[in-house]
């Protein structure tokens, strides 16, 4: 996996003022959807996401973490 700088989920919820708004967080959900959605098409399942494994880029877009918990 590359290295990509950035908070978890977790950490950037935490450091924030106030509740998201509803566009970021559909635009969030939307991209981690469509990484599990990627996963489940090649016969793959996550099986332990939470805000600790999703790492949050530069813009706001979310990355679905790997884990030893992926598993066909």
Do not use: N, Q, W
């Not at 999703?54 to 992926?70: T, W």
């Amino acid at each position: 996996m590359r290295y990509c700088p950035g908070p978890t989920l977790r950490e950037h919820r935490g450091a924030m003022t106030g509740a998201p708004d509803e566009a970021a967080l559909l635009d969030c959900l939307d991209s981690l959807f469509g990484a599990l959605a990627t996963l489940h098409a090649a016969g793959c399942v996550h099986g332990a996401i939470s805000p600790d494994s999703i790492m949050m880029l530069a813009g706001g877009k979310p990355m679905l973490l790997a884990s030893d918990a992926v598993r066909a």
